[in-house]
């Protein structure tokens, strides 16, 4: 088991294997549905907005309050092609300013105003949805990125959202071990 101190401050965390990446995202009903029967986002889904994907199940499990905020009420897993995510991250930029990356603030705006996408690292959550001692990463796709990730990434779409419940439904039971198995 790893100790604490040996978890990396900043790591992408997901299930992958030689070909796919898996993000979830949280959507209402109509959007989830749709995208689900398709394989594919199609409208309302609307593509000239910046979407968000998220690596971390319990982060998106503390963003959509285990499925249960509104417009976030069904969970897709999302498996993507490993060279989508590859080109995503070679597009990133940081959401705020980071003096090891940037010479100064105006040049981190410069190369954000033009960037596709955003990542920003949050505190990873634990089984209770509890903050940990280190950040998971976010990544926010607009413009063309976006259009490259729904037309051309995406290898499977699925709703995971009774399994979303049922998760919670053990945690609140206290079936912590059985609740860790089917995630």
Known sequence: MKKICDIPERQIRAKYNEKTITVYQAY?????????????????????????????????????GWASKKNQEHILKIKISIDGFEEVLNNACLSSFNSKFFKSEKEWKKVKANSTVVIQWDPERDIFLNKLN??????????????????????????????????????????????KKII
């Not at 689900?36 to 998220?54: C, G, S």
């Open 134 to 179: 280190y950040r998971s990463i976010q990544i926010g796709l607009s413009r063309e990125i976006v259009h490259k990730y729904i037309n051309e990434w995406i290898v499977e779409i699925i709703d995971i959202t009774q399994l979303v419940h049922k998760t919670k439904f053990l945690i609140d039971a206290r079936k912590f071990e059985i609740a």
């Open 28 to 64: 209402n009903k109509e959007i989830a549905e749709r995208a689900v029967i398709n394989n594919a986002f199609v409208p309302p889904f609307k593509t000239d907005r910046m979407t968000w994907i998220k690596p971390s199940f319990f982060w998106m499990m503390y963003r959509s």
